[in-house]
């Protein structure tokens, strides 16, 4: 009996250590997470970025950049460019084959056309009003060539914030940085673009570049290290 009893009492001193050291890996475990997501956004901060200002336009990581604190000259007239023209007819076709159809609403814009887009939209609304929505002449992406607003064929929300709900726009946000296009204003990330969420305007960066931006879940300002 006493032997038993001794026998009894190591089994569960054994069993405790064992649990012990279960726990004590769970939380090692943990902290190495906790550790790895540290050094992650320590290297987010920590990288350097390259910017080059050539013939008055922007670069930031060779991404050229444009928003409400950057501008491009009056004078910056591409058109469209002919790389993101092909990705996007290249995620049109897809998005077809998946049973939706997709179509270009506006693309490249030229110093001019902003000029007479934005008064019309600060006449009617106010500029702070505007300004929420449209960029004031030479802050506009579309003067990048690069640039896309986006709508599906008869849909109602097409240039609407409920165009994100749609089954197009879900597909959008999902799969539009496989073709090179990243949507530039994103859903809450409102402070740091200076505009409203619109889920229907595209950027083309290029398919490696979409998706690392995609993949970062940051604005292309936070990105590139502007905010």
Not at 36 to 42: E, L
Request: glycine share 6%.
């Amino acid at each position: 009996m006493k032997k038993l009893f001794t026998v009894l009492v190591f089994s569960t001193l054994l069993l405790a250590a064992c649990s012990n050291h279960s726990n004590s890996t769970d939380v090692s475990e943990n902290d190495t997470q906790q550790q790895s997501d540290k050094s992650r956004k320590d290297q987010n901060v920590q990288k350097k970025h390259e910017k080059v200002i050539k013939n008055g336009c922007t670069y930031i990581d060779n991404i050229l950049i444009v928003n409400k604190e950057v501008s491009l000259p009056s004078n910056f007239n591409p058109g469209e460019n002919p790389e993101s023209q092909q990705a996007l007819q290249k995620m049109f076709n897809q998005a077809h084959k998946e049973n939706l159809n997709l179509y270009k609403i506006s693309g490249f814009r030229n110093y001019q056309t902003q000029v007479q887009l934005y008064n019309q939209y600060a006449t009617r609304d106010g500029k702070k009003a505007a300004d929420k929505y449209s960029a004031r002449p030479g802050n506009s992406e579309h003067q990048t060539g690069l640039t896309y607003d986006v709508g599906a064929v008869g849909s109602d929300k097409n240039l609407y914030k409920s165009f994100g709900d749609t089954k197009e726009g879900k597909w959008i946000a999902k799969n539009a940085h496989k073709f090179g296009f990243i949507v530039r204003y994103p859903k809450g990330k409102e402070k740091i673009t200076g505009y409203q969420y619109e889920p229907w305007h595209l950027r083309y960066l290029g398919k490696q570049t979409a998706t690392k931006v995609y993949d970062s879940d940051q604005a292309l300002e936070e990105y590139v290290g502007l905010k």
